[in-house]
């Protein structure tokens, strides 16, 4: 019985060992390719051992360093800010339609539920946000739409709901108010679908750019995936304008069209990529946890 319990343990280990490997394959490939000459790419298409290593990719992208770092500092920013900002909403939001004892808990939970369903549309929001609230190149242009999500809530709301209303109530006979229950009881019990919620309040922020291509017009507000948007856009009209690019000299045997797009992808998104890994248990945990009630 033990011997067939050790094969069965390491068959499932061989399983997802190979699993992992068939994942991070593509990445891997993304990374080298980024890497490889443009003329190795066309003659041997994209490989795992290119056969000429290059850096002109990152050359082409990195053409004004200053742009680039003022982007990923802006983005660094709102995400910072927004991340922080927008987990204490959802949770205080969360934690209201949670409660058992609110009265109005079925009512609120359908008025969030019902925001997933339909939107305010595009015009009047951009309406809202220029012409009302006057947040056009500002960061809180940026910042606000993204800040609160329906999404996140009812999945906050699973969680805390599996949290005993005993708690709350035996502090309450201590003496303690609501804020203090929220913050000093509540949060800490939370702590996995606050990491949940903060990693995907921060991939949406992160890989913002329809708003900033919307409402910053500033070129020192321009966030790192609108810079790489435009740059990649950039990119396709010099390789579809033969013409154009012969005017300004430009090779397009030797111009950095593929590899640049898998270079824009690292920079992309090779931070979030590493910073994921030491939130995977807590996220794991909490999207597991936040999905088994509603």
Known sequence: MTRKFEIHQALIHLAFIVISILMIMPFALVVIVSLTSEPSIIKNGYRFIPEIFSLDAYRYILQSPDMLFRAYGITTLITVAGTLCGLLLTAMTA???????YRYNRITTFYVFFTMLFSGGLVPVYILITQYLHLKDTLFALILPVLLSPFN????????????LEIIESAKIDGARELRIFFTIIIPLSKPALATMGLLISFAYWNEWFNAMLYIDNQKLVPLQLLLVRILNSMEFLTSNSEFSQQMGINLAEFPNNSARMAIAVLAGGPMLVIFPFFQRFFVKGLTVGSLKG
């Open 95 to 101: 934690y209201v339609v949670s409660r058992k004892d």
């Open 153 to 164: 809530i009812m999945v906050m709301k699973g969680f805390m709901s599996k949290i005993p």
